[in-house]
């Protein structure tokens, strides 16, 4: 190209010389004559003619130059080094050669490509807008017993016209019934395919087998519903029990109280204590069997009434007073002023759950006393134009008693659970009363917590949502 462009600039340098002598020199221009002109319209022509081709072949040279640069980075492993740009004389040749390697780049990244998705077992396959398939790996043709000839131009099953179309893929989950009966489960992946405009080429979609986590499933849950059914028999029987033996133990704590107003010797009267506490004793423990069926039956209902909560909690820690005296522990509590005078709750559930913390904390309170703390948050409006508000209610009860081990805190709300579980345990218990409390207060729209020290005592707070006028 230098050498052409270096022969171009002499002859046009030449015709320019000649040009100019001929014009400069009088005798020539009166021995041309009118053949003068004739000669100047040729040189001209040869020297327009001369640049016009000198231009062409600077465009030439630069959309060879632009080629090159596209097709340098595409380098192939087994190109042979000795075929570089400098070495072609001609840059059509060299251009051509380019194109030459940069098509046999394309055919291994295609044999590659095709390799990859042909190793595959998901069933990979491609098609266009309208639905009808241009590829299908092998692990679809096999899924569906054809040859991947016969499935081109066919109807994807599962297109869904526009679910493909954004950026994102399209994922859905079929039951593909084969030729041979198999059911197999296939969640499947759609996209679309883009070119650099954003444009969209064909659909593609990926189906991966998921029976086994299907099947998994499935099994898991039967399981569950086994173990819920199982669940409710027992929570039924249970109750059905608890039911039956309330009669027997009615009628020994009633005639346990008519034979003790009659005459009897001291060892006597002793027993008929011993048999009237032990009846009430097993009153307690089988209304808490039966409290605890009907929450996990969901056969409980929350009642909505108005009531006084500072008599509640006066009625309830009179109720313990006499066991703490006759222990040499204080029990006290505290009412803030934040706290409405009359709320709506469910009554008999708060005593309910109050009785079972304050029992609780005297059984293991040795030295010192119990305390019941109650506030108040008060919220918004239960609806707009109400005068009735929103209330969450907050009790604490505290104690100076033996405490709670960490190891031991998670097993405080499971049924049957107790601290003390070795056969020389000095307290009784069933392990219920905690955990009914847990379920009174979520069914009420609070929770139930712990905090305790070894040896310094514990506090268990409780909270329940209700409203006030």
């Given amino acids: 190209m230098k050498r052409k462009t270096t022969f171009i600039l002499i002859l046009a340098a030449a015709l320019i010389m000649a040009w100019v002598a001929i014009i400069t020199d009088e005798q020539v221009r009166e021995r041309l004559g009118s053949t003068l ?18 231009v062409w072949d600077q465009t030439l040279a630069k959309t060879l130059r632009a080629l090159h640069d596209t097709t340098d980075s595409i380098r192939t492993e087994d190109a042979p080094t000795a075929l570089s740009d400098e070495s072609d004389s001609d840059e059509i040749i060299g251009l051509a050669r380019k194109i030459e390697r940069m098509a046999r780049s394309l055919q291994q990244v295609e044999a590659n490509y095709k390799g990859i998705v042909e190793d595959q077992p998901d069933l990979i396959c491609r098609y266009k807008g309208d639905g009808k398939i241009t590829f299908a790996n092998g692990a679809y043709a096999r899924a569906v017993n054809k040859k991947r000839t016969e499935l081109v131009g066919t109807d994807f099953p599962y297109f869904a016209p526009g679910a493909a179309i954004a950026d994102e893929p399209y994922t859905f989950e079929t039951e593909m019934l084969f030729d041979d009966g198999r059911r197999l489960w296939i969640r499947w992946t759609q996209r679309a395919l883009k070119d650099d405009d954003k444009s969209m080429i064909e659909y593609q979609a990926v189906g991966h087998d998921i029976t086994e986590r299907k099947e998994a499933e499935a099994a898991l849950l039967r399981a569950k519903e086994a173990a819920e059914a199982a669940d409710r028999a027992k929570s039924e029987f249970l109750a059905i029990v608890s039911h039956e033996l309330r009669t027997p133990i009615n009628a020994i704590i009633g005639f346990s109280k008519m034979l003790s107003s009659t005459n009897l010797t001291l060892d006597q009267r002793e027993q008929v204590e011993m048999i009237n506490s032990s009846g009430l004793a097993l009153e307690k423990i089988i209304a808490d069997i039966l409290n605890l069926s009907k929450i996990d039956s969901g056969n409980i209902d929350i009642e909505h009434a108005p009531f006084s909560l500072r008599q509640c909690v006066q009625d309830v820690c009179s109720l313990f007073s ?12 505290k009412v803030d002023p934040s706290v409405p005078e009359i709320v709506n709750s469910d009554e008999v559930r708060i005593r309910q759950i109050l009785t079972n913390l304050i029992g609780n904390a005297l059984k293991f309170t040795e030295r010192g006393g119990v305390s019941l703390e109650v506030s108040c948050a008060r919220g918004e409006p239960i609806a707009p134009g109400s005068k009735r508000r929103v209330a969450r209610l907050f009790f604490a009860v505290k104690d100076t008693g033996i405490g709670i081990p960490a190891d031991k805190m998670s097993h405080l709300f499971q049924p049957f659970s107790q601290v003390d579980t070795s056969s020389t345990r000095r307290r009784g218990g069933t392990g219920l009363g905690l955990i009914i409390s847990k ?31």
């Fill in 37 to 54: 002109y004739i000669i100047g319209f040729a040189i001209t022509g040869c020297f327009l003619l001369i640049l016009v081709g000198y």
């Fill in 322 to 333: 006499p066991k703490a005296r006759s222990l040499a522990l204080a029990l006290d509590y």
């Fill in 439 to 469: 379920r009174l207060c979520e069914l009420m729209g609070g929770t139930i917590s712990v905090e305790s020290r070894v040896a310094e005592g514990s506090t268990f707070r409780f909270s329940i949502l209700t409203d006030f006028e």
